[in-house]
Every structure is written in structure tokens, then in C-alpha cells.
């Protein structure tokens, strides 16, 4: 059996949780790109590709199961659910993370807290502009009234940085003042239960670097573009908080497209000194996890063993196989 991804995101972590798992592997990336693969000898086979694109043709070997992260939802968006690959995870519950309104009315029937958004027109505190796709805050930019947000989704139009329709698109929403927090959940069909497996928070530019400046560079805007992430563990006390958010969201996923959210997720979270808010969830891996790659406090009470998400992936689809429930854990 093959476990293949694309050259990009995770994907290191994926193929060598892969490999530990006895799997071979395989990895589809853009031409000019295979030269890490080389170096970093965690792909049995490199199929290069002109575009993203490719991939909706591709032909595939038999027991290959996929593994979907967040490149392919920023560059083939919906398309990505066309792929022909038996993935790994539930198709639909990708389509529920890529309409940001169905990401969060998911949110909203699990009870979990969700920032208030707003029409242009009705801006009338902070609030940030976010636009679709997993593009990694790419864009993001921070208003406070309908004419700010009329000048910079301007200005982001006419440099190109985002098109007409993602800006007639745009989702905005109340600034959170608090700690962000992205949990690494994983939902086992094979042990039916919600494992948190760890916890992350991004690093991102401009706007983590700003609190380094003087009050005279005060002026300078910023911005949200995620250029890695930092470990980061919870309170002890707030676990419980962690694990009863992951259970409510792949209670409702179950109802709002069957079987629910299979394999890893995550929560996108800020937390200030009175409560908890989500802004999303993803219903894949995310790049967080790749901290991880011997394992973090959580999975290894869990496991006793060295156990990264995209090994954690590896293991139920073997177990899977074991046990001819493989129907239970792709699509």
C-alpha cells in the first residue's frame, strides 16, 4: 500500500510518519520543487507535475490512499475534491471547511463561540477582513469603519493581491483580543474516540513583530501572512475545555455530512481572560502538527510511543487494513 501527498504544507512529516509505519510513499510536486524531496529522502517515488491542476487527471496505483492538506484547498480550492485518490478524511467535511459560512455554522451548531461578523457597511469597531481558502492569513488586513475597508480592499484590488470575487467574498469579523490556540484533533473510526494529539500557535508577519517597535512606528499596518509556528502547551487546567470542543465539533459534524469528521482536525481558537472564540475549523491536517514529528506530551501518554500526526494518519490506515474497514476511514 502507497501513502502519497503533495510535495508542499506537511509534507515531510506525513511521508516520514508513512515510512515509520512501514508504508511506501509517494509525493506529487510542482516541477523544480522535487530537489527537497531529494535531500529530505522521505519519498519512495517523485511524480513531478506542471500545475496543481494535474492532479485531477492523475492516474494513481491501486491501494494508493492520499493524504489532503492545506495547498490544495488554497490553489485548487473546491477542485480539490475532484482529486481521484481515495483520501484520507471526509470529502465533504473539506467542502464544509472551504465555505466560510458552512465553517461556521458547524461552529455555531456545536454551541462554540464564533467572533460577530458584519456587512461593510455596518463596521463600526475593530474588525478583521479575511478572505477564502487556506492561504495562510495571506491578505488579512485589520478596519474599523466601512471607508477604511472601502481604501484597503481597494488598494489590495489594484496590486492584485486578492481578485473581485474573493473581495466580494471577503468575511468580516470582530477583532479578538486574546492568545491564538490551534488544537491538533484526530477522530479515530477504529478506536471511535477524539484524540488531541497537540497544540500550536503561528508565527505571522508583520503583526508578530510589531510589539518589538518603538510608539513611532506605530502607524505601520499589519499583517497576517503565517510564516511558521511555535509549540505551545496548555494550562493543564484547560485541557478539559481543548477536548470538549473537539468532541462537540465531530458530534454536529456527524448530522452535517455523514460520517463526520474522520482523521485529523483542528480548531482555530483565541483565548482572552473571559472566554474562548473560534474563528474556523479544517478538517485536515494542519502545518502546525509538523512541530510534532517525534511526538508531543499529549500523544505520547497516549501512545507511549514517538507519535507525529502524520504517523497518527499512517496508523489507522493500517489498523484499517488490518481490520478491512478501509471504507470507514477514506473517501
Keep these: 500500500m502507497i501513502i502519497s501527498t503533495v510535495g508542499s504544507h506537511s509534507a515531510l512529516q506525513i511521508l516520514y510518519g508513512a515510512k515509520k509505519e512501514s508504508f511506501s510513499t509517494k509525493v506529487y510536486c510542482l516541477k523544480g520543487n522535487e530537489k527537497l524531496y531529494r535531500r529530505y529522502p522521505v519519498a519512495d517515488q517523485i511524480v513531478t507535475v506542471d500545475s496543481y491542476i494535474d492532479l485531477l487527471d492523475i492516474k494513481y496505483e491501486n491501494e494508493e490512499i492520499f493524504v489532503p492538506h492545506g495547498s490544495i484547498i488554497s490553489t485548487l480550492e473546491k477542485r480539490a475534491l475532484d482529486i481521484p485518490i481515495p483520501m484520507i478524511g471526509n470529502r465533504e467535511g473539506m467542502y464544509w471547511e472551504m465555505v466560510r459560512e458552512k465553517n461556521l455554522e458547524l461552529l455555531k451548531k456545536a454551541n462554540i463561540r464564533t467572533p460577530y461578523t458584519y456587512k461593510p457597511e455596518e463596521i463600526d469597531k475593530l474588525c478583521i477582513v479575511k478572505f477564502p481558502g487556506a492561504k495562510g492569513g495571506d491578505g488579512y488586513f485589520l478596519c474599523s469603519s466601512y471607508q477604511e475597508f472601502e ?62 517597535l518603538s510608539q513611532s512606528h506605530s502607524k505601520i499596518s499589519p499583517t497576517y501572512t503565517v510564516v511558521g509556528n511555535q509549540p505551545l502547551i496548555a494550562r493543564e487546567s484547560f485541557l478539559h475545555k481543548l477536548l470538549d470542543y473537539g468532541d462537540l465539533l465531530r458530534e454536529v459534524s456527524v448530522d452535517s455530512f455523514h460520517p463526520g469528521l474522520i482523521g485529523p482536525y483542528c480548531i482555530e481558537m483565541a483565548l482572552t481572560d473571559k472566554e474562548i472564540v473560534a474563528f474556523e475549523f479544517t478538517s485536515r491536517i494542519v502545518a502546525g502538527t509538523s512541530l510534532y514529528i517525534s511526538g508531543s506530551l499529549y500523544s505520547k501518554i497516549l501512545f507511549d510511543e514517538e507519535m507525529s500526526m502524520g504517523r497518527r494518519i499512517a496508523r489507522e490506515i493500517k489498523l484499517a487494513k488490518e481490520q478491512n474497514r478501509l471504507d470507514d476511514i477514506i473517501s
Design 151 to 212: 481604501e484597503k480592499i481597494g488598494e489590495l484590488i489594484k496590486e492584485k493581491k486578492v481578485s473581485e470575487e474573493e473581495a466580494s467574498n471577503a468575511q468580516i469579523q470582530e477583532y479578538i483580543v486574546g492568545v491564538t490556540m490551534y488544537p491538533h484533533y484526530f477522530y479515530s473510526p477504529i478506536y471511535d474516540r477524539v484524540e488531541l494529539l497537540g497544540i500550536d500557535r503561528r508565527y505571522e508577519t508583520n503583526v508578530d513583530a510589531l510589539g518589538r
